[in-house]
């Protein structure tokens, strides 16, 4: 017999059997309660970070007083040289960015001018997140740029690859198939992308740029990413089994649906190792899935990896150390 209660916490609504899962803090929960934390699946690099769940790119500059200049002079001659250094820090991460399991950001800028110099704007108009004042009166500026979405970093890169808008029926309300894809793939290395590949046994391609609708690619992404820990099952958080509904306040779906696929990933492939192979058997389920066709190609794709470790494939890791500008009053 299982006893059920329902409780809020935190603006979640929490539905308990005999787990609890639970995204971000730590609430109160009864005794031999499993607590699972889905996390978001971030990628230090230099000095920023790659959040390839919520879509951003970070970094931050740090920036040094001149000697010998008053007090707000000073402080806002740091914090122009610390945002500075913080788009030089963005850019040099955004270059090493996956776009799919060959190639980075920084091989499209080298070869197409186009994009080196839509890439190039994005990282100049990044937003400012914070603004740290240091006792010694340096400042440290944060700035982050989206992955996808409007004016995001994805963009310049859909016609390289191909996409184009598909033929989407209206969502289906019925209870008949699957409404998204849920690829367990911890323990096998795998790096996200912008646009990575999904591929059966042989090699065939079942899910890519090709097969995604450009609209719905650009405005989420191809895949969401997320980190959980190894011991945890998908059922716990993924699907009508999982015993938190998503918060209260947010309408929007889980990116997944109610009910996904949720399959198991057998290798990596590609030299920057962001495709996915799966088995035969999970093909075959994906393939002779009229609705998950269509889920496909809205990009209802969530990839489950291990929390993911700094320095980028195919690039040197940037040295260690800050790297300090002394403010000026040089416009940038």
Request: charged share 20%; glycine share 10%; hydrophobic share 40%.
């Amino acid at each position: 017999m299982r006893i059920r209660w329902r409780m809020r916490w935190k603006g979640w609504l929490v539905m308990a059997g005999v787990t609890l899962v639970c995204v971000g803090g730590s609430p109160a929960v009864p005794t031999g309660a499993e607590v699972v934390a889905l996390k978001d699946a971030v990628e230090p690099a230099g000095s920023g970070q790659i959040n390839w769940t919520s879509g951003w790119v970070q970094a931050t500059g740090l920036g040094a007083p001149p000697p010998n200049v008053g007090a707000g002079q000073a402080r806002a001659m740091a914090q122009r040289a610390a945002f500075s250094v913080a788009l030089r820090n963005l850019l040099e991460i955004v270059k090493g960015v996956r776009v799919d399991s060959e190639t980075l950001v920084e091989n499209y800028i080298v070869k197409n001018d186009v994009i080196k110099s839509q890439v190039n704007g994005f990282v100049r108009g990044a937003q400012v997140e914070k603004t740290d004042v240091q006792p010694d009166g340096s400042v440290e500026v944060t700035v982050k740029v989206p992955l996808w979405g409007a004016d995001s970093l994805i963009s310049p890169f859909m016609n390289e690859k191909g996409f184009h808008s598909q033929d989407l029926p209206p969502e289906s309300s019925t209870d008949n198939g699957y409404t998204g894809l849920v690829i367990d793939a911890r323990g096998l290395g795998v790096k996200p992308a912008f646009f990575p590949g999904i591929l059966d046994e042989k090699g065939a391609v079942l899910y890519g740029p090709e097969t995604v609708d450009r609209a719905s690619a650009e405005k989420n992404g191809m895949v969401q990413y997320h980190a959980l820990p190894k011991g945890a099952t998908l059922s716990s958080v993924f699907g009508e089994q999982a015993y938190v509904i998503r918060p209260v306040q947010v309408t929007m779906a889980p990116r997944e649906g109610r009910r996904p696929l949720k399959i198991k990933a057998t290798d990596k492939a590609g030299a920057l190792k962001a495709n996915i192979m799966i088995s035969s058997e999970d093909a075959k389920k994906i393939r002779e899935d009229a609705q998950m066709g269509v889920a496909l190609k809205r990009s209802k794709v969530v990839v489950v990896t291990d929390p993911l470790i700094g320095g980028m494939e195919g690039r040197a890791p940037m040295p260690d150390g800050v790297l300090v500008a002394v403010g000026t009053d040089a416009q940038h």
